[in-house]
């Protein structure tokens, strides 16, 4: 059986995503830290054998003591909303989140960081302060782009 990591997998799509891995028969580690997700998102799967939860900030050191065949990172309070309450966890979940889960996919050898980050749109009314959020916004994506296409070149990898 292979084994998927969903960091961000009390959130909105990481919850489904382990939902829909556990049933196409993967094992599931979900790891998230709960600053926007809920555990009540995935609570009809923290009993299935197939699944553990972790408590994790993806920033920190991560050691996870099983092998893991695939790593998804959703670890992230990018929303529109989440961003503008919490600029510096984006940058830190995007920045050292990103680096820290592209060392566990090298760790266990695989060649493939799979995300999501939406795009922060607006209108030409935006106010100061939300012109400043999504300014924060830009670079917490340019630090997750930035390593990704680094170390994509460092390694070959995708
Ligand atoms: N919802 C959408 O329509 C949409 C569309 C495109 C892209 N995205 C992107 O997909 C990702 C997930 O979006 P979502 O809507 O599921 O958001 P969400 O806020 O519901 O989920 C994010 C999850 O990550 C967790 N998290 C945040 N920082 C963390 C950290 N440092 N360590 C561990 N866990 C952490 C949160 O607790 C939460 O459970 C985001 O990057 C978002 O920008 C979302």
């Known amino acids: 059986m292979k084994t998927c990591l969903v960091?961000?997998?009390s959130g909105f799509i990481g919850s489904w995503l382990c939902k829909d891995l556990l049933k196409k028969g993967y094992r599931v580690i979900c790891a998230d830290n709960n600053i926007t997700g809920h555990k009540s998102n995935i609570s009809?799967?923290?009993?299935?054998?197939?699944f553990s939860y972790i408590e994790q900030d993806v920033s920190q050191p991560m050691k996870i003591s099983e092998h893991v065949d695939y790593v998804f990172h959703l670890a992230s309070?990018?929303?529109p909303v989440h961003y503008q309450k919490y600029p510096v966890e984006t940058?830190?979940?995007n920045s050292l989140g990103t680096l820290n889960l592209l060392n566990l996919a090298k760790e266990n050898r695989k060649r493939r960081l799979t995300g999501a980050m939406s795009i922060p749109t607006g209108h030409g009314r935006a106010t100061t302060k939300e012109k400043d959020s999504r300014?924060?916004?830009y670079q917490a994506f340019q630090a997750s782009h930035g390593l990704l296409s680094g170390y994509s070149t460092l390694t070959g990898h995708t």
């Open 7 to 9: 960091a961000g997998g």
């Open 44 to 50: 009809n799967i923290l009993s299935n054998s197939n």
């Open 77 to 79: 309070p990018a929303s």
């Open 91 to 93: 940058l830190l979940a």
């Open 135 to 137: 300014k924060h916004w």
